[in-house]
């Protein structure tokens, strides 16, 4: 039968020998010496007898064979009790590297809710930054419409919200934080009158039939676009569907769409152009909860503050002054 140490201490005692104890222990292990165990850990050679004599009394009988001028042999006891010290030593030592690790913000898991597009720009670029600093943490992506990013935000399901469209009232110990601003443009199929022109202003934009993602009736797009295009009337369908899908809807000739720069990708069906003049973009936002003390959410938010010290400009469409739109 396998000897069990803790099951062989008595009941009185406390059966939680002292690290540094478990540590004295397998240096003599190691050495086969008091001496040499005093040696190598800095310390007296009666100190390391007296520590190895306290083990002793808790697990209730002699670790070592002792004699004179011999060297030290594991007794039955001893051989039991070394592979659990060199269990808890170890797992203690894996413990505290991860807890080390998580509050140097090198390690851990962090969730972001965003609705931006992540093609190019800031967020693109903070999450590239943060991955390659911090290549233990495991990013979660959840891509949403801004009122489910904020729900999933304040019933803690997300650390991190970045989006476009926010309406300014939000729950109550959420904090919220500007970055830069995100230029708006629109997708539109190849054959389509406009498709020649190099800008369209919201007067163009409000002729369009434009197509726009929904989720559970939530109308927060809707509302940005009418209040930019002036009191137009606005001919829109809403879609409970993907980016992607929306996108590929477009393709089809089934409309237009708004996109946000970031959010440009080449498609064979679409053109895509630039939106002129005032409320041409649209303010990218951070939402945190104010309770919140995530280390690794402080490092990625530093990021996307930097990001709004280099506003996002597209490759393909170079920045365009924010002209009033006389259409």
Same mark, same amino acid.
């Given at each position: ?30 050495? /086969? ?34 004699? /004179?001028? *011999? ?85 803690? *399901? ?40 190099? *800008? ?42 993907? /980016? ?46 104010? *309770?919140?003390?995530?280390?690794? /959410? ?30």
């Amino acid at each position: 039968m396998r000897f069990d140490p803790v099951a062989r201490a008595t009941p009185q005692r406390a059966l939680r020998p002292e690290l540094h104890q478990l540590e004295t222990f397998l240096k003599v292990v190691e050495t /086969r010496s008091f001496t040499g165990a005093a040696r190598l850990l800095g310390c007296s050679q009666p100190a390391v007898s007296q520590t190895i004599a306290r083990l002793e009394e808790a697990f209730g009988g002699d670790l070592f064979v002792r004699g /004179r001028g *011999s060297r030290l042999e594991l007794t039955p006891i001893g051989r039991s009790v070394e592979p659990y010290a060199i269990d808890v030593l170890a797992t203690i030592d894996t413990q505290m590297r991860r807890a080390i690790e998580t509050a140097q913000s090198r390690t851990g898991q962090l969730s972001i809710g965003f609705y931006l597009g992540i093609t190019t720009g800031p967020l693109r670029n903070a999450l590239r930054t943060f991955s390659a600093e911090s290549p233990k943490v495991q990013l979660r992506m959840i891509e949403g419409l801004p009122g489910d990013l904020h729900r999933q935000l304040h019933e803690g *399901s997300i650390d991190l919200m970045v989006a476009a469209f926010m309406p300014r009232q939000t729950a109550v110990g959420i904090d919220r934080m500007s970055l830069w601003e995100e230029r708006l443009f629109v997708a539109m199929p190849v054959n389509h009158p406009f498709a020649t022109r190099p *800008s369209l202003g919201w007067t163009e934009v409000a002729s369009l039939k434009l197509l726009m993602r929904t989720w559970q009736g939530e109308n927060s797009i809707y509302h940005a676009v009418l209040s930019r295009i002036g009191g137009r009337k606005l001919d829109c369908e809403q879609h409970t569907v993907s /980016r992607e899908a929306l996108l590929a809807m477009v393709g089809m000739g089934l409309g237009s769409a708004i996109l946000f720069e970031s959010a440009i990708v080449p498609h064979p069906d679409l053109v895509v152009r630039p939106i002129r003049g005032r409320h041409a973009s649209a303010t990218a936002e951070a939402f945190w909860s104010a *309770s919140d003390g995530n280390p690794l /959410r402080h490092r990625l938010l530093g990021h996307l503050r930097a990001g709004h010290e280099t506003p996002p400009v597209s490759p393909l469409f170079p920045a365009m002054p924010l002209a009033p739109d006389h259409d």
